[in-house]
């Protein structure tokens, strides 16, 4: 069982950058997928969601409107399509994958989003 984050980068304020997360050694169709990030010398802290099978999705207050979370269920993977990129954006990016009956819980290595001029 592997989550594989892939697609950040260091890029410009007001850019934009596609987090790939890949999963192997289990379907992501029975998963709620969700992305985390963390800052230095903060906590985790949550950023977007998608439930299993369809298409509801659910966002922090900070990313609304700048950042879209989807799901290609055939390549066992999710995305997160980061828009207006700010400073504060900073941060390691991380999946998880959560299911929807049991416990099964995996989280991805990280990857690093850094915003800055």
């Known amino acids: 069982v592997q989550l594989v984050e892939s697609g950040g980068g260091l890029v410009q304020p007001g850019g934009s950058l596609r987090l790939s997360c890949a999963a192997s050694g289990f379907t992501t169709s029975w998963y709620i997928m969700i992305w985390y990030r963390q800052a230095p010398r903060k906590e985790r802290e949550f950023v977007a969601l998608?439930?299993?099978?369809?298409?509801?999705?659910n966002y922090a207050d900070s990313v609304k409107g700048r950042f879209t979370i989807s799901r290609d269920n055939a390549k066992n993977t999710v995305y997160l399509q980061m828009n207006g990129l700010k400073s504060e954006d900073t941060a390691v990016y991380y999946c998880?994958?959560?299911?929807?009956?049991?416990?099964?819980?995996?989280w991805g290595q990280g990857t690093q989003v850094t915003v800055s001029s």
């Open positions: 998880n994958a959560k299911a929807v009956w049991g416990t099964d819980d995996y």
């Open positions: 998608i439930k299993h099978l369809g298409s509801s999705t």
